[in-house]
Structure formats: structure tokens, C-alpha cells
Nanobody, 126 residues
């Protein structure tokens, strides 16, 4: 089992920045790929970013590429999501997830992740 706890969400104006953190405990954090997903009210869960277990590979959808950066510190069992140039459409609950992902396309799929945090609310005002 891996327990995940997100923090760092909040209210920010459009154009602003936030950094989300996800602290992991339980089984070996460094062995898992980590991802961030978000879900807005009335919408399906959406992939935001992912990072391989080593940190050497990162993945983003076009909607956040160039604005968001995922990173991890395996010594601290923590993954981060730096979000810059935020837009109102980025408003959602952001969840981190951990999984054993073995192929590139899998990083984008929520079904490939086994453990999920409760989420942190991000609200971007216009």
C-alpha cells in the first residue's frame, strides 16, 4: 500500500502560479511512476502530468505543456507539480497517483495507477 497526501492548492488569479506537493508513505515510493490528474465539476478526470520512477521521463498533455512542470524527490518521497500561467480552465481538484507503469502510453491513463490521494482544490479566478 502507498498512501498519498496532496497539498498546496488554493485560490489564485489568472496568470499566477501554484506548486502542488504529494507526500507518499508506505511502500517504496521510488519504484512507482507518479501522475497528476484533475477533475472539474461535471467533467471527466483529466491527465495533467506524469513522471517515471527515476525522474528521467516526463509526460504532459498539450493543454498544460510549457506551463506545468512535474518533478520528484525520491529521498523525500514527494512529487511536485509546478503550475505557472494558470488559467480559469485549470480550476479543478488535483489528485496525485502512483502506479507501476510499463509503457509510455500508460502514463496518460488513470487505469494504470493503483494508488490515489484525496485531492487538493485549485481555483483560478479570471
Amino acid at each position: 500500500q502507498v498512501q498519498l497526501v496532496e497539498s498546496g492548492g488554493g485560490l489564485v488569479q489568472a496568470g499566477g502560479s501554484l506548486r502542488l506537493s504529494c507526500a507518499a508513505s508506505g511502500r517504496t515510493f521510488s519504484g512507482y511512476a507518479m501522475g497528476w490528474f484533475r477533475q472539474a465539476p461535471g467533467k471527466e478526470r483529466e491527465f495533467v502530468a506524469a513522471i517515471s520512477w527515476s525522474g528521467s521521463n516526463t509526460y504532459y498533455p498539450d493543454s498544460v505543456k510549457g506551463r506545468f512542470t512535474i518533478s520528484r524527490d525520491n529521498a523525500k518521497n514527494t512529487v511536485y507539480l509546478q503550475m505557472n500561467s494558470l488559467k480559469p480552465e485549470d480550476t479543478a481538484v488535483y489528485h496525485c497517483a502512483a502506479g507501476s507503469v510499463y509503457y509510455s502510453a500508460g502514463y496518460y491513463l488513470d487505469r494504470e495507477y493503483d494508488y490515489w490521494g484525496q485531492g487538493t482544490q485549485v481555483t483560478v479566478s479570471s
